[in-house]
């Protein structure tokens, strides 16, 4: 029996590579999260900014919180079973009015993991639709292999490398319109990319990227996990992390440190430039 998604939801994860939207929390919470985030953008520029978006759950009792939050996780155990780890999460800002997008691109293709099969919850903090900026999913590309990439740097691409796929069937493209507090779930290997945000709010989504059974296992940098439910990991190489009792626990903000500087060596694995996130 599934705890939280219908059977044609999980058929919808297997055929299409995607399911969207499940709601997680209320808008009023999601607001509440949102006006928090702000509040420790402004306190901690440092520790959070455009560039320093990765592993935030690390820094922040509240993003924790979400990355813990019950009804993801009952989610992930209806796909993946009930041993459960967080490899990373990234928060994706889109400013009003800018330039900035994402490429096509599969996400299992950097992540140094001996698999493509695991889930990415995306949870909307604001408005994710057509005017901000959603992602945009190619139904059942998740079922060809990983396709090539090339590297662009483009300076408006927010992803790592700017990595793009070219000639993708747009004709199979569908939008993931979410409502605050709504999340959408995406395959490791399901193609996707989001257009630049023309509204004049910020576009927020906390991509907790990505909730793995314990099988998979990372095989170009270190393996650095939280845990999130049921039985531990126990990887050779593996550290656990610690979840912030506060924000800015000194404790995990240290951790952070590192799991992020394993993050980079293992997302740009053989790239020509390295950027900041
Ligand atoms: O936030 C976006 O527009 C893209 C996010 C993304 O590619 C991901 O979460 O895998």
């Avoid at 953008?41 to 939050?69: K, M, Q, V, W, Y």
């Avoid at 604001?126 to 190619?138: A, D, L, V």
Wanted: glycine fraction near 6%.
């Amino acid at each position: 029996m599934s705890k939280v998604l219908t059977k044609s939801q999980i058929e919808q994860y297997h055929d299409e590579g995607f399911i969207s939207p499940v709601r997680v929390i209320s808008q009023q919470e999601a607001h509440l999260i949102k006006q928090e985030l702000e509040m420790v953008e402004a306190e901690f520029p440092e520790e959070i900014n455009a560039e320093s978006r990765n592993n935030l759950h690390l820094s922040f009792a509240f993003l924790d919180a979400l990355a813990h939050n019950e009804i993801i996780v009952d989610a992930m155990e209806d796909l993946i079973g009930p041993n459960i780890s967080l490899w990373a999460s990234v928060m994706f800002i889109k400013e009003p009015s800018s330039k900035h997008y994402v490429s096509w691109h599969q996400d299992a293709t950097y992540m140094g993991l001996d698999s493509l099969n695991f889930p990415t919850p995306w949870v909307a903090l604001s408005p994710s639709n057509k005017e901000t900026g959603c992602m945009t999913m190619i139904a059942g590309s998740h079922k060809t292999k990983i396709q090539e990439h090339e590297d662009t740097f483009a300076e408006n691409n927010i992803l790592t490398r700017g990595q793009v796929i070219k000639n993708v069937d747009e004709s199979k493209a569908v939008d993931l319109i979410l409502e605050p507090g709504e999340m959408s779930i995406h395959h490791g290997a399901v193609i996707h990319g989001s257009q630049p945000n023309s509204s004049t709010h910020r576009r927020i989504g906390f991509s907790l990227q990505s909730y793995m059974p314990p099988n998979i296992k990372q095989i170009v940098g270190r393996n650095i996990w939280t845990h999130v439910r049921g039985k531990k990991r126990e990887d050779e190489d593996g550290i656990l992390l610690d979840r912030p009792k506060f924000n800015m626990d000194p404790a995990t903000v240290e951790q952070r440190r590192i799991a992020n500087e394993n993050m980079s060596e293992i997302l740009y694995n053989g790239a020509k430039i390295k950027r900041n996130y």
